[in-house]
């Protein structure tokens, strides 16, 4: 997978798909806020989502409390967004809807 830094327009296209993420303000990385039933379906959330973020070798920024998730996603290595935060917010996504979130 392409590790570079989209450029504004292939960003803005790609968010298309990511509905739910925000671009922070320096267009540095991707973040949302998952919000679950309860500390259980938090944490399975995010041992799936670990075992997926391995598989990709791609890791998220995230902190947990309760029944929520928070989730700040970059690729260091090009300072910005690329298409692999791209994919792990979208596997997340899918995640999170087996969870009804
Ligand atoms: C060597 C290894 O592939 C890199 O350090 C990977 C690992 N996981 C990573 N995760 C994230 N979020 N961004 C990265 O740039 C990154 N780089």
């Known amino acids: 997978?392409?590790?570079?830094?989209?450029?504004?327009?292939?960003?803005?296209?790609?968010?298309?798909?990511?509905?739910?993420?925000?671009?922070?303000?320096?267009?540095?990385?991707?973040?949302r806020d998952f919000k679950f039933t309860d500390f259980r379906e938090a944490f399975a959330f995010m041992s799936e989502c670990a075992l997926a973020a391995e598989r990709l070798d791609h890791h998220p920024e995230w902190s947990n409390v309760y029944n929520r998730v928070g989730v700040s996603l970059t690729t260091h290595s090009s300072g910005g967004i690329s298409a692999r935060d791209i994919e792990?917010?979208?596997?997340?996504?899918?995640?999170?809807?087996?969870?009804?979130v």
């Open 1 to 31: 997978m392409n590790d570079a830094r989209l450029e504004p327009e292939a960003l803005r296209t790609a968010m298309q798909s990511c509905g739910n993420w925000a671009i922070s303000e320096d267009d540095t990385a991707i973040s």
């Open 88 to 100: 792990m917010a979208s596997i997340m996504d899918r995640a999170a809807s087996r969870f009804g």
